[in-house]
């Protein structure tokens, strides 16, 4: 039986992959994301994915293959505002074991401004497993004027800081703050 929306064909008793080695390739991705923030070296995030995985990125478009995914998510995490984001801890998560997904809320809190200001915005991500360790596909899915308002506001908290830096003046000036 093929679900839809999934490339996973299952056993009539259930899925492909225990709870348990879902749980561990989550906790997996979530390392690889901690390391790859801590060291910016976001290959380590694409490598994460098969080399036919889909990405779905809902203000970026959905990028087709590892070597589609690899050159944006080192763009986008080594510009702002994915540059002052400090983590991507998952608040929450569930499994789908029938299809092999998981299914969270990622926080993405900005860095302090310099006025100790709390900023930042979260997204559901749905991942599908493709086994060893591997995804097949990521979705993230959030409202993109809520990101916008969040980064503006950490902009105009930067400003009265003192600490705005240049590359985020250049981005506010671009998307009209």
């Known amino acids: 039986m093929t ?7 299952l056993a009539p008793t259930g899925g492909r992959w225990s709870r348990e080695e879902l749980e561990q390739a989550f906790a997996g991705y979530q390392r690889t994301v901690e390391t790859a923030k801590e060291t910016g070296n976001w290959d ?4 994460m994915f098969t080399e036919d995985a889909n990405y779905v990125e809902h203000a970026y ?5 590892r070597e589609e995914i690899r050159p944006w998510i080192n763009r986008t995490m080594s510009s702002f505002p994915g540059s002052h984001m400090t983590a ?7 499994i789908d074991e029938q299809r092999g997904w998981v299914i969270c809320e990622i926080d993405n809190p900005m860095c302090d ?9 979260s997204n559901l991500t749905i991942l599908h497993y493709a086994g060893d360790g591997l995804w097949s ?3 993230d899915v959030y409202n993109p004027m809520k990101f916008l308002a969040m980064a503006k506001k950490w902009c105009r908290a930067a400003e009265s800081a003192g ?3 240049e590359e985020a003046r250049r981005w506010l000036a671009k998307v009209g703050g």
């Open 137 to 139: 596909c990521e979705e």
């Open 3 to 9: 679900l839809p929306g999934n490339d996973a064909t």
């Open 113 to 121: 401004p310099g006025d100790g200001s709390v900023h930042g915005a």
């Open 88 to 94: 991507f801890p998952a608040l929450w998560h569930t």
């Open 163 to 165: 600490t705005l830096p």
């Open 61 to 65: 478009g959905t990028f087709s293959g």
């Open 44 to 47: 380590l995030f694409a490598d």
